[in-house]
């Protein structure tokens, strides 16, 4: 039995973790949801850390909303970071899924955005785990978390196959 862990924060002004859980939920069978939820995004690497090393979690989704001032992107970087020195430190993947306050129009397609970019990085962890083959089929297809997928460049060619 597989263990995916999924941390969340309360600064966020979305239930992301939820939306995770329940995609993940969605997927498939074979692992357990260790769920865990901590303040703020700069808490999220020790808490991803903790799930690998001490609830034994085969990948982690790290999930926050940073606000739309300087000093929340300053914060979203350094947990940025600090995810990535995680990864390093104990060999796992953690899935960092921010959605920036600013990233919207409006309240309601921010909730729509949260709610999407949980929902397909959920699927992405559940990829990496049981069907790795999955994303390698979607290299250089300019896939995208929330907003539409950018598509892959126009006369690219991967593979040996120009599109």
């Known amino acids: 039995m597989r263990k995916i862990g999924v ?14 859980v329940d995609e993940l939920k969605k997927m498939g069978t074979g692992f357990r949801i260790v769920r865990r939820t901590v303040p703020g995004v700069k808490d999220l690497p020790v808490a991803a850390k903790k799930l690998i090393e001490e609830e034994g979690c085969d990948i982690v989704i790290a999930l926050g909303m940073p606000g739309p001032k300087p000093i929340d992107k ?15 430190m104990t060999n796992t993947h953690i899935i960092e899924v921010f959605v920036h306050e600013d990233e919207a129009k409006d309240e309601r397609e921010l909730a729509w955005l949260a709610d999407r970019r949980a929902r397909e990085h959920a699927q992405n962890a559940y990829w990496l785990l ?12 300019g896939q995208r978390q929330g907003f ?3 598509g892959p460049v126009n006369g690219a060619i991967s593979g040996g196959v120009r599109h």
Do not use: W
């Open 7 to 20: 941390v969340d924060t309360t600064f966020a002004r979305y239930d992301m973790g939820s939306a995770a």
């Open 74 to 88: 300053q914060c979203a970087h350094e947990a940025s970071l600090g995810l990535i020195y995680a990864q390093l």
């Open 130 to 141: 049981f069907n790795p083959d999955k994303l390698k089929r979607l290299a250089g297809t």
């Open 148 to 150: 539409e997928d950018a």
